[in-house]
């Protein structure tokens, strides 16, 4: 009798393992829809980016306290619509979707137009399309939001918004096994090349030159619009932020004058100097799922099919020149940043 006794324990430990550690909110690609209510207005001209304003979430019937501050850098600036981020309070009710989850992010459009919508979900894809590629990614989940301002004051073309969460750096360090790592410098060493030969090609294919392993003057850690995990340790750059690339192509987007582009749909690789092997391997793997990548962009929620077209468009012209591999490698190797490692 002890036997069965001691595998229900067993089971029933192992849900609780798994529930307590599952984030339902990704495991899910619909559009979330629910409704935010509170001092929307105040919250967006506040010029204290930290403090948090209790808001309320209403899902499915239900209504959920959430703290909601303001996050993101270039983007306060330019953007009329801030991104989010929201803090759920423990101990207090949540919603199902967001179990295992306090604290996440939100990026929100930026101008309170369709091209807004537009962009968001242009920058949602990107994120699908990496976790297409490798599970080491952040997963994203896509939203419709409608803003309830409670001082009503908000614009009415900012009331119903496409959005999208990035699931938190813990949870996909848990998923994977690592450890989210902060550190002023990235240890070349320990660098996992196939990741990192991965995360070159994928940038250049999707025109993304918003990015480094160097830490940024504004970072207090490494890396440049990337997270660093160790696993088994061996370090892994995870990306985020692709709303300079060119298949977002959004209005405020312009490269860094010293790379000479005349726009962020000009493709620059900007991979660092690693064996040539692994990039001649992440760039077999990308041209290998050629088709699930456009499969992908073609089942974006939201997008018109002018836009997915344009999506597209763009990914084929890099698959017309991965074609000829030996060359494109050889572009490769001759942009590398730095010496070899």
Request: proline share 5%.
């Amino acid at each position: 009798m002890r036997k069965p006794l001691q595998f229900l324990i067993l089971t029933l430990l192992g849900l609780f393992w798994s529930t307590a550690h599952s984030a339902p909110l990704f495991e899910d690609d619909s559009v979330l829809e629910f409704e935010l209510v509170g001092p929307l207005h105040s919250l967006i001209e506040s010029e204290n980016r930290e403090q948090e304003t209790p808001f309320i979430l209403k899902l499915n019937g239900e209504e959920f306290p959430v703290m909601v501050r303001l996050r993101g850098k270039s983007r306060l600036r330019v953007c009329k619509f801030p991104p989010l981020r929201f803090r759920f309070v423990p101990g207090e009710p949540a919603p199902e979707q967001f179990a295992g989850i306090e604290k996440i992010k939100l990026v929100t459009h930026c101008n309170n137009n369709s091209k807004g919508d537009q962009n968001t979900l242009e920058e949602y894809a990107a994120y699908r399309l990496f976790s297409l590629l490798t599970d080491i990614s952040y997963r994203a989940r896509p939203m419709r939001i409608t803003y309830t301002d409670t001082e009503n004051k908000l614009s009415e073309k900012a009331r119903l918004r496409y959005a999208f969460a990035i699931e938190p750096v813990q949870l996909l360090a848990q998923r994977t096994g690592g450890a989210a790592l902060e550190v002023k410098g990235l240890s070349l060493s320990r660098l996992n090349r196939e990741q990192a030969g991965l995360v070159f090609v994928y940038q250049y294919m999707i025109g993304n030159t918003d990015w480094s392993f160097v830490l940024a003057e504004e970072d207090d850690a490494c890396c440049h619009n990337g997270d660093l995990l160790d696993i088994e340790n061996s370090i892994y750059y995870v990306p985020y932020d692709f709303d300079l690339a060119g298949i977002v192509n959004a209005k405020y987007a312009k490269p860094d004058p010293t790379l000479r582009l005349k726009n962020v749909r000009q493709r620059r690789y900007r991979g660092y100097c690693i064996d040539q092997e692994h990039v001649g391997t992440a760039l077999r793997q990308v041209k290998s799922q050629e088709s699930e990548i456009l499969q992908t962009i073609g089942a974006i929620p939201g997008l018109s099919d002018s836009d997915k077209a344009t999506m597209s468009d763009y990914i084929g012209q890099f698959f017309k020149k991965a074609q000829h591999e030996d060359k494109l490698l050889r572009l490769y190797e001759k942009r590398c940043l730095g010496k070899k490692v």
